[in-house]
């Protein structure tokens, strides 16, 4: 059935007067898709069973839908799936952008850059895995006790995000480059991934990094691709994308572009 909803989509793109029909047919998803992220939210724990149509969140929710109406391609997967995220971000930015007074949650810029500058890459991982841990944590209890800050929404946007590259956010911290050499490498293969549209979108559509093309174009070896795949994706999409907090603890990539 959901490839069938998948297919009649890929259609619809292409017949855009069938949209309206098939937005109203969808009218519940997306009134349902509102109280699962208002259940979700501390904003609006209540979750309102009955979503008027003046609400914000049903207008926001309503664009979202018909965005991802318009940019699903049938390689992202079931389409409600697909739609369900769009409209999670696009709620979340807005709840962002709706925020005032934020204070900065100060997560160790290391998050991202975790180890030292110097050491190798293929030490034992027991000195990585007390500030793993204590990352891991730190992020966690933020999480819990600033749920409205700006980050924080920053942070659940990412995760939702990564998750559709099959990894989350906590993964970072056993795939970020440690030794300077390699920080580089991934460096130059974050810009080249930004300054190439084409390369940029194939990551995007597909949900995998283009490694054959990006080891041609970067002359960063494939090994380090490899292994630091999810970090060089999480790079990518952060810095850019929407995520001004997030994107300050990915300096080192915007310096190496500066260089």
């Known amino acids: 059935m959901e490839r069938a909803i998948d297919h009649k989509v890929m259609e619809i793109q292409k017949t855009p007067e069938m949209a309206d029909a098939f937005i109203r047919d969808n009218d519940a998803f997306i009134r349902s898709s509102v109280r699962h992220w208002q259940n979700r939210s501390s904003a609006s724990s209540h979750g309102k069973q009955h979503i008027g149509d003046g609400e914000d969140h049903y207008t926001i929710s309503l664009e979202a839908f018909h965005e991802a109406l318009r940019t699903y391609h049938i390689d992202k997967g079931s389409f409600y799936s697909f739609a369900a995220m769009v409209i999670e971000r696009r709620l979340i930015d807005h709840a962002r952008k709706e925020a005032r007074h934020l204070k900065e949650i100060p997560i160790d810029p290391n998050v991202f850059e ?7 890459e293929n030490g034992s991982g027991s ?3 007390p500030q793993d841990q204590a990352m891991r944590t730190q992020v966690l209890r933020q999480l819990t006790v600033e749920p409205d800050d700006a980050l924080t929404l920053e942070i659940e946007a990412a995760t939702e995000l990564f998750s559709t590259y099959g990894f989350s956010f906590f993964d970072l911290a056993d795939c970020s480059p440690k030794a300077q050499k390699t920080k580089s490498s991934c460096a130059l293969a ?3 991934i930004l300054e190439s549209p084409v390369l940029l979108q194939t990551l995007q559509q597909n949900g995998q990094l283009p490694i054959k093309s990006l080891e041609k174009m970067s002359g960063v070896p494939r090994k380090i691709l490899e292994r630091h795949r999810k970090y060089i994706i999480a790079a990518v999409e952060i810095v850019g994308g929407d995520f001004p907090h997030l994107s300050q603890y990915m300096r080192f990539i915007r310096e190496e572009t500066s260089r």
């Open 114 to 120: 975790s180890g030292s500058s110097s050491g190798g």
């Open 127 to 129: 000195e990585d895995a």
């Open 190 to 192: 974050v810009n080249c």
